[in-house]
């Protein structure tokens, strides 16, 4: 069956184009105080630097130090930087091919909520395996949560994309693994697909078009 297609082309990162597993940032996190993960997941989530963090209102020091609290025990920077991007898994080459192909028929963009902590990891390791700089060698325009200031679900954050970009949100489809975001998205008139992790990927939905 071939899929719909649009000009402009969102993609998420995490679960869409780089495979993530949040819960092995949790453990490795857990390992370096030997306490229970689950039990330290609820504590983390629930607290609002994660959030400020994603949004640049606090920065990677300041966060590093949040940790710290949190455990209980301070860690020199690379120990809390390994911990956090335990998360971070592979990025599959066919993905990476999918998105070379559409780009020479399509513009693309990036929109995720991450920080600078995982960018860093993230860019090097398109350095070592793909001979990458950055996203922004796959992409026409890259959006980070932590740069411009707002994160999804919010729908600021779609209108400043389709604004910045200069796009109509109907000629636009948006790639992302979490229906919340997804539906804020529709809510401004993007088209949208879900990706499930492990299930539908992008070259699933993308297969037989290119």
């Not at 071939?2 to 949790?26: E, H, K, R, S, Y």
């Not at 609002?48 to 209980?72: K, N, P, W």
Request: aromatic letters at 10%.
């Amino acid at each position: 069956m071939i899929q719909p297609t649009a000009p402009n082309l969102i993609f998420d990162m995490g679960g869409v184009i780089i495979d993530i597993d949040v819960q092995l940032a949790m453990v490795a996190f857990a390992k370096l105080v030997d306490c229970d993960a689950e039990e330290l997941k609820s504590r983390f989530w629930g607290s609002e630097f994660f959030h400020a963090h994603e949004t640049g209102h606090c920065s990677d020091a300041e966060f590093r130090s949040h940790i710290c609290a949190l455990l209980q025990k301070t860690f020199p920077d690379t120990d809390l930087d390994q911990a956090w991007n335990a998360l971070l898994l592979e990025i599959p080459a066919q993905r990476i091919e999918l998105l070379k192909e559409l780009r020479k028929t399509h513009k693309l963009y990036l929109l995720s909520n991450t920080n600078a902590i995982h960018v860093k990891a993230i860019n090097q390791l398109l350095l070592e395996q793909y001979e990458l700089n950055g996203m922004e060698d796959l992409f026409d325009k890259v959006y980070y949560s932590h740069q411009i200031g707002k994160r999804k679900p919010g729908q600021e954050i779609y209108t400043h994309v389709l604004a910045d970009s200069g796009l109509n949100a109907q000629d636009c489809i948006f790639f992302d693994d979490l229906p919340a975001n997804l539906q804020a998205a529709a809510e401004t008139g993007i088209r949208t697909v879900q990706i499930i992790p492990g299930q539908f990927t992008i070259n699933d939905y993308f297969q037989g078009t290119i």
